[in-house]
């Protein structure tokens, strides 16, 4: 596309800024508390290989089954029958879900006879949960 060859009007200028007058990067940094060049500031940062894994996992809790199956898992332990029941789903799905939760460390089996009773194994989920609930959860208090 070509460029427009009009001119500039004087009017277009940027208005000037009010307050204080920008303050140098290193300023800012110590303002800031960052203390330091960039450099430091990245060591505090998770690696790329950990945001991986932690993207992964999460995704594998971005569905409402799953979040449903992580709710009742932190309050008991349960077999899946009684979770697929609680979600309205079919047992073997409910076993794809929990299948899919344990690969990622979030849950653990135990067999008592012939039922399997899962249980949270990854206690961070109480907390994921306790934000997912303050942003999400509502008054209707359905099942």
């Known amino acids: 596309m070509p460029?427009?060859?009009t001119a500039?009007?004087?009017q277009a200028?940027?208005?000037p800024r009010s307050g204080p007058p920008p303050r140098a990067r290193s300023e800012r940094a110590a303002a800031n508390g960052d203390g330091g060049p960039a450099t430091q500031r990245e060591q505090r940062l998770t690696?790329?290989?950990s945001l991986g894994q932690a993207a992964e996992c999460l995704r594998t809790l971005a569905h409402p089954h799953r979040l449903r199956i992580v709710q009742m898992l932190l309050q008991g332990r349960y077999t899946v029958g009684e979770l697929a029941e609680a979600c309205g789903t079919a047992s073997h799905m409910a076993s794809e879900?929990?299948?899919?939760?344990?690969?990622?460390?979030?849950?653990?089996?135990?067999?008592?006879?012939?039922?399997?009773?899962?249980?949270?194994?990854?206690?961070?989920?109480?907390?994921?949960?306790?934000?997912?609930?303050?942003?999400?959860?509502?008054?209707d208090h359905a099942a």
């Open 47 to 49: 690696s790329l290989d």
């Open 13 to 15: 200028k940027p208005a």
């Open 97 to 139: 879900h929990l299948r899919l939760m344990q690969r990622c460390g979030f849950l653990t089996a135990s067999r008592e006879g012939r039922r399997t009773y899962y249980a949270i194994a990854e206690p961070h989920l109480a907390n994921i949960m306790g934000c997912i609930e303050q942003r999400f959860g509502s008054n």
């Open 8 to 10: 500039r009007s004087p």
């Open 3 to 5: 460029r427009s060859t």
